[in-house]
Every structure is written in structure tokens, then in C-alpha cells.
């Protein structure tokens, strides 16, 4: 099951999606809320804390939800102090009861990453592409226009026919026509 447990959030945060199952995962951690409590309204542990990007909207409560749930974090560049584990290029990775493909999608940031799960159709698309073919900005250091173009390019080769949702990192799922959204937002960052 995914729940977005930031979804009622008013503050300046991303989403923050818990995935529970065999091995249940956050996708992302959120800023400026209590994420501790939300994700204790639907589970007693966290396996795994997978980031999508290391912006600060992404990754402010890391502490909060190390320190509640004993959870190590996941994401591409152990450079920084916040991840403890890499994530390569095209690894198998298990989010809930499936396992997932993490995708380096720079361009946004030089760390971006999604998650797709081609059995179920399924893409955590952090900041790269959102609902009504929005993309993840790139006037952010570590952003580059060109980059995010072959990254929203690399989801839209990616993903199959039976894609059913895209969970990106802020405002609402994509669960009405996701390729479409895709080639959208491939075609806007060209403008």
C-alpha cells in the first residue's frame, strides 16, 4: 500500500510516500512537519528510507525519522553525510512487496533518482516530472535544462504500456494517462 503522508501537510515539504509490505520503505523524508507521527499513524517500523534527491524539502526530517525508526538511508551520492548506502544506476532495490529499478535521472540535481516497478506500473518520479507535464525545475545549483531533457527521455524509453501511476514529489499522483504526462513534460522542457 502507498500513502502519502504528507499529504495534508501545509508547510513547504515534499511528499513523502510510505510503502508498506515486506520490506517497508519512505520515499523521501519531508521538511517542516512532524513526519515521525504521520508515518506511526500507519506502521511501528521502517526498513528502508529511500531518496529520491538530497534537496533540503527532501531530506530535513532524515534526523527525526532516523532517531524514531533505527533506519538507515538509501539514495545515488554517499558523499553526503545523509545517505549511508548507495544506490546504483538500474539496481534492484525492494519497496513494499515488489521490487523496483532505480533510475539516475539527473538534471534536476546531479543525484535524482526514480524507482519503477514494471510489473505493477509504477514510477516514483521525485522532482522530475509532475501532474499535467510540469518537470523539476533546474535554476537550483546542480541543475542543468539539457541533462533533465535526457532524463524525462530515459522514464519515457523506461516505462511500459501498463504504467498506472506516477508518484512524484510534489502535488498529486499521475494516475490518469502517466505516458502521456511524460511525453508533456518532455515536450516543456524543450520550450
Known sequence: MIQNVASNVQAFSSNVFLVTGETTALIDAGANFDVVSQIQEHTEQI????????????????????????????????????VDHAIQDEESIPI?????????????????????????????????????????????????????????????????????????GHGPAITTDPKENIDMAAQAARV
Open 47 to 82: 526498513d528502508r528510507l529511500y531518496l529520491t534527491h538530497t534537496h533540503v524539502d527532501h531530506v530535513e526530517n532524515i534526523p527525526s525519522v532516523r532517531d524514531a525508526f533505527d533506519v538507515e538511508t538509501w539514495g545515488y551520492d554517499t558523499t553526503h553525510d545523509i
Open 96 to 168: 513494499g512487496d515488489e521490487r523496483y529499478m532505480a533510475l539516475h535521472t539527473p538534471g534536476h540535481k546531479p543525484d535524482h533518482l526514480c524507482f519503477y516497478a514494471a510489473n505493477i506500473g509504477i514510477c516514483f518520479a521525485g522532482d522530475l516530472i509532475f501532474a499535467n507535464g510540469s518537470f523539476g525545475r533546474t535554476d537550483l545549483e546542480g541543475g542543468n535544462r539539457k541533462t533533465l531533457i535526457q532524463s524525462i527521455d530515459r522514464i519515457a524509453d523506461t516505462v511500459t504500456d501498463n504504467l498506472t501511476a506516477i508518484y512524484s
